[in-house]
């Protein structure tokens, strides 16, 4: 297999993608990634996303065009393939003719890329290997994220560095941006010196003024080192799920001692396995809610990647995005 020569224009090409002056995406984060931080970041030349996660279809149309309202300036939407609504969630996002989507949370059906595709919506879809990159750019693609173990939320068990080792030097069909671990700016040139269009960030943009978050959420975030970010443990093959890093803390233990109810009651039949995932997913996005949005740090979700132990105050998202891309300069 033949390498590609690393292209100092790459960077250019994540920015035309996406139609910015940086080519940073701001993470879709559930609670946080609303109209405020969307509108922020991308009024700070970055690419702002929508987190549609634990939102009914109407409220999502609501902040899009809340978002529309406070910039003119391009941002995008992040779907959940996972969700039964997908359909009409894809629906508003060609009625509400938003440019760009990032559909996230498993492997979407081609009909849906091609619907997105057909509207004029440029698709972008996380890769988590080499193999499923090209599968996804057979599927209709326009862009990639590859998102390393250090992130935040749902994450894959790759680093970041190995998936832009494995990825980056092979994709030259699309524009591939990078996440997991992004957290100030010599880490950025480096990614895009080694070819990514972009970078993707999520827990920097926690401790950005214009975001939500509760005052207890972003103090945990200011105090936490690397180390604090832990992800949780799989008990049983009968229940698969998917890790989530965060900050260790009470939540943690209410999440283990569910998953091992769940896994007791799918071993005895009385609950489906894809029932139980469901309950845990419910949990993860009640959990996030108790933390970020009503403050409770200790009993609630701290959702936070390895970077929080580089957020060390609370800024503009302009600030952060000048940060991101001091050396690109």
Not at 59 to 74: L, S
Not at 94 to 120: M, S
Not at 258 to 276: F, P, T
Not at 309 to 317: D, H, N, Y
């Amino acid at each position: 297999m033949t390498m590609k020569t690393v292209s100092p224009d790459s960077w250019k090409r994540g920015m035309d993608f996406l139609g910015v002056r940086h080519a940073v995406m701001g993470g879709a984060m559930s609670w946080l990634s609303e109209r405020h931080l969307v509108a922020a970041i991308s009024r700070a030349g970055g690419f702002g996303v929508l987190a549609t996660g634990s939102m009914p279809v109407e409220m999502a149309r609501e902040e899009v065009r809340a978002v529309r309202a406070m910039t003119d300036h391009p941002f995008g939407i992040n779907l959940i393939v996972m969700n039964p609504a997908l359909p009409d969630f894809v629906a508003m996002v060609i009625e509400e003719k938003v440019t760009h989507c990032v559909l996230a949370g498993g492997l979407p059906a081609r009909e849906t890329v091609e619907t997105l595709r057909a509207a004029g919506v440029k698709v972008i879809l996380f890769a988590p290997s080499l193999a499923l990159a090209k599968r996804l750019i057979q599927r209709g693609a326009d862009a990639l994220i590859i998102e390393g173990h250090e992130a935040g939320g749902h994450v894959g068990p790759v680093s970041t560095m190995v998936l832009v080792q494995e990825i980056l030097p092979y994709i030259r069909d699309v524009p591939v941006f990078v996440a997991g671990g992004i957290a100030d700016g010599a880490v950025t040139a480096t990614m895009a010196a080694l070819g990514a269009a972009g970078v993707q960030v999520g827990t920097r943009f926690v401790c950005a003024q214009e975001c939500v978050a509760h005052a207890n959420f972003k103090q945990r975030f200011i105090q936490a080192q690397a180390r604090d970010a832990v992800v949780t443990v799989q008990f049983d093959a009968a229940l698969p799920v998917i890790p989530v890093r965060a900050l260790a803390n009470k939540g943690t233990e209410l999440f283990n001692r569910l998953q091992l109810d769940l896994v007791r009651q799918v071993r005895e039949g009385s609950k489906a396995r894809a029932d139980a995932q469901l309950e845990l997913e419910h949990f993860w996005a009640g959990a996030l809610r108790r933390a970020a949005i009503d403050g409770d740090v200790e009993h609630g979700s701290v959702m936070a990647g390895q970077s929080v132990g580089m957020v060390r105050s609370i800024q503009p998202a302009a600030s952060i995005i000048e940060e991101l891309v001091e050396r690109l300069a």
